[in-house]
């Protein structure tokens, strides 16, 4: 049985924002916003995304983070909620992914991880990478590995922190360095073989990543590598990172992070994808999201991208990582409809990059997000917020 908590907590921000829909029958969401959880005066949470089980059961897990510095990622901590995100729980860290020292004088601990149900097991199967420290302290990025842990939602139980074993070689027969899967969204196909997007290096040398969707078997306890489709990249700064994917009107969507822009890319059986194309707005201008990451929602029929962009008056945040906007997608040009974008989350003094989509079910779609860097700028001495956006179609 799911234990039970004594505790919860949950902050009103903003009760909802609906726009009506569009004259030419495209559609506008309502988007209903709250708290799960704050900070503290010593750590900020950070990596923050939900998973649900129906018809009530949700989690969060958020990673303990300093809060200066990059990449101080500490102990994985899980919120519940038992009443589909009205109230949770105080956070709990999972004895099974705490940061632990090894032999070698590493410290090593899961992060960048992204939970979701996986419904043929009615696990929670919780995948991303693990961050190596020497000493401690210094991270070595050589030493990534794609990382996954399974919750049992009916115990409230964490499996083991394991890797997923991967070639040696890609099909080009260059070598597979530092793979891993955070910060990604994966699909679950209905034989509950799983679609994985995952990143790696050709060279330990030279940091630029190439991206990949791996098919993959599990099992409920044991995630496996079947094969993995076409690789993408590009030879700039970092390649191309951070994919995630979707499956939408019998085509599955790619969306890949790069440093001075972000990538795009279709395909029909989830594995080979076309040659990527710059994220566009439909009227021929850049949509102008750079260096972070972007995400799928389905919501009513309909694809919408989720993404940071300059141009939003935001030139004071980091790599102009907030607001967060959500805009529909037409899928056939592969572009964002302008006219449609809508801001998910505003802008306040806090980046908002690093999101995760829940899916509800067919109408409904949740985004959590934690803000970061809040030390940084106007609210220097704030607690960080872990947000969650509920979104649905407007009524008309």
């Not at 696990?123 to 990478?129: A, D, E, P, Y």
């Not at 922190?161 to 990604?184: K, V």
């Not at 945040?317 to 907030?322: D, E, L």
Request: hydrophobic share 35%.
């Amino acid at each position: 049985m799911i234990r039970i908590f004594r505790h919860f907590i949950c902050f009103t921000l903003i009760v909802i924002m609906s726009v009506p829909a569009s004259s030419s029958g495209q559609t506008r969401l309502s988007i209903e916003r709250s708290v799960i959880v704050k900070g503290d005066s010593k750590w900020d949470w950070t990596q923050a995304r939900t998973a649900f089980v129906a018809p009530k059961y949700c989690v969060t897990t958020m990673s303990r983070t300093a809060k200066v510095g990059s990449h101080g990622y500490h102990d994985i901590y899980l919120s519940v909620s038992k009443d589909r995100g009205q109230s949770w729980a105080t956070p709990r860290v999972i004895p099974e992914l705490k940061r632990e020292r090894r032999a070698d004088g590493y410290e090593v601990v899961a992060g960048d991880l992204c939970p979701q149900c996986h419904a043929p097991s009615g696990k929670i199967l919780i995948t991303g990478k693990t961050f190596n420290f020497a000493g401690g302290t210094k991270e070595n990025i050589l030493r990534e590995q794609v990382s996954y842990a399974v919750l049992d939602p009916e115990t409230g139980k964490c499996g083991v922190l394991q890797t997923l074993r991967l070639p040696e070689r890609d099909h080009s027969n260059q070598p597979i360095i530092a793979p891993n899967a955070g910060c990604h969204q994966r699909v679950d196909l209905p034989n509950g073989e799983i679609l994985l997007p995952i990143r790696y290096q050709r060279s330990e040398s030279r940091r630029i990543y190439v991206t990949i969707v791996a098919r993959c078997r599990f099992d409920g306890e044991t995630l496996t590598y079947l094969e993995h489709g076409s690789e993408h990249s590009v030879p700039t700064n970092r390649g191309l990172y951070e994919p995630s994917i979707a499956q939408f009107d019998d085509h599955y969507f790619l969306t890949m992070r790069a440093d001075d822009g972000a990538w795009v890319s279709k395909s029909e059986d989830g594995l080979t994808y076309s040659e990527q194309i710059p994220w566009m707005f439909n009227d021929g201008s850049s949509l102008g999201s750079y260096n972070t990451q972007q995400h799928w929602a389905i919501i009513g029929k309909h694809l919408y991208l989720i993404y940071t962009r300059r141009g939003a008056d935001n030139d004071h945040i980091m790599r102009h990582r907030a607001p967060l906007f959500i805009g529909e997608v037409d899928s056939e040009r592969m572009v964002v409809l302008k006219e449609l974008e809508q801001i998910l989350v505003p802008e306040n003094h806090a980046t908002l990059g690093n999101s995760g989509v829940c899916h509800i079910n067919d109408e409904e779609v949740w985004v959590t997000v934690a803000e970061g860097r809040v030390s940084h700028g106007q609210r220097k001495g704030d607690n960080n917020r872990v947000i969650l956006a509920r979104i649905r179609q407007a009524n008309r």
